[in-house]
């Protein structure tokens, strides 16, 4: 079976080509689409990429969120198609109402690149079956509005019903609330996160480990859980 993940460009897309490349390292066939197309040339997931799509004008992927591939995505997304927004996708996901909640300006006010810890807090999603609950991973963080922001009653709602898939470890790096760094719909179908697991692949590309530099390839999983995930589905 042939698994295939599109990987929307946006205007201001700078991590399209790095998620196609992950797609493929993990054994899926990459299939590039335009956001202003209204098809998805019938993917079985989809991956909306880090960059700055619109320049990031008005706030953070909330122009993207207006696109008009969006409104297939909204479509995919409530018939249970596996979504992933990382980092200005992130940002896509709640400007368009697929996951709760929004991002502000990182808290000290500046860019933030780092190899950044985080624990594994919903193992039990399409982007995240590969994964102990509760494991630590390592995966690149680099954004300037990464700041999780919810009123009281929907923070509450979201830790109560398990709906936070990654927590920041060691360092909080843009004052999210309660450290979140990535959410989960209800169906767990829809993930989204500010750090980058595309960048966590592939040996001599990825964070340094304890083994040796840029070997960190934590990132692989959430690619490896989406195929699963289409998989069990098909079979």
């Given at each position: 079976?042939?698994?295939?993940?599109?990987?929307?460009?946006?205007?201001?897309?700078?991590?399209?080509?790095?998620?196609?490349?992950?797609?493929?390292?993990?054994?899926?066939?990459?299939?590039?689409?335009?956001?202003?197309?209204?098809?998805?040339?019938?993917?079985?997931?989809?991956?909306?990429?880090?960059?700055?799509?619109?320049?990031?004008?008005?706030?953070?992927?909330?122009?993207a969120a207006l696109s008009p591939i969006m409104a297939e995505?909204?479509?995919?997304?409530?018939?249970?198609?596996?979504?992933?927004?990382?980092?200005?996708?992130?940002?896509?996901?709640?400007?368009?109402?697929?996951?709760?909640?929004?991002?502000?300006?990182?808290?000290?006010?500046?860019?933030?690149?780092?190899?950044?810890?985080?624990?594994?807090?919903?193992?039990?999603?399409?982007?995240?079956?590969?994964?102990?609950?509760?494991?630590?991973?390592?995966?690149?963080?680099?954004?300037?509005?990464?700041?999780?922001?919810?009123?009281?009653?929907?923070?509450?709602?979201?830790?109560?019903?398990?709906?936070?898939?990654?927590?920041?470890?060691?360092?909080?790096?843009?004052?999210?609330?309660?450290?979140?760094?990535?959410?989960?719909?209800?169906?767990?179908?829809?993930?989204?996160?500010?750090?980058?697991?595309?960048?966590?692949?592939?040996?001599?590309?990825?964070?340094?480990?304890?083994?040796?530099?840029?070997?960190?390839?934590?990132?692989q999983s959430f690619f490896a859980s989406a195929i699963a995930?289409?998989?069990?589905?098909?079979?």
């Amino acid at each position: 079976m042939t698994i295939r993940i599109g990987v929307i460009t946006f205007p201001g897309s700078l991590d399209d080509r790095d998620a196609q490349r992950a797609i493929r390292i993990a054994g899926a066939t990459p299939v590039a689409l335009w956001h202003g197309s209204h098809d998805l040339e019938g993917v079985d997931a989809l991956v909306l990429p880090g960059g700055f799509s619109y320049g990031d004008y008005l706030r953070s992927g909330a122009i993207a969120a207006l696109s008009p591939i969006m409104a297939e995505v909204k479509d995919a997304a409530a018939a249970g198609m596996p979504v992933l927004g990382i980092c200005n996708g992130f940002q896509m996901l709640v400007e368009a109402h697929l996951l709760p909640g929004g991002l502000i300006r990182n808290a000290n006010q500046q860019f933030i690149r780092r190899d950044q810890r985080l624990r594994v807090e919903n193992a039990a999603t399409a982007w995240t079956s590969e994964f102990a609950q509760g494991q630590e991973i390592v995966i690149p963080l680099k954004n300037g509005e990464g700041g999780y922001i919810a009123d009281a009653a929907s923070l509450a709602r979201i830790e109560g019903e398990g709906l936070v898939a990654f927590r920041y470890l060691g360092v909080n790096p843009n004052g999210s609330l309660n450290d979140i760094a990535g959410l989960t719909n209800e169906r767990g179908n829809v993930v989204g996160l500010m750090p980058h697991p595309e960048h966590a692949t592939e040996p001599g590309f990825g964070p340094d480990t304890a083994a040796a530099m840029r070997s960190g390839v934590d990132g692989q999983s959430f690619f490896a859980s989406a195929i699963a995930a289409v998989a069990a589905v098909a079979a």
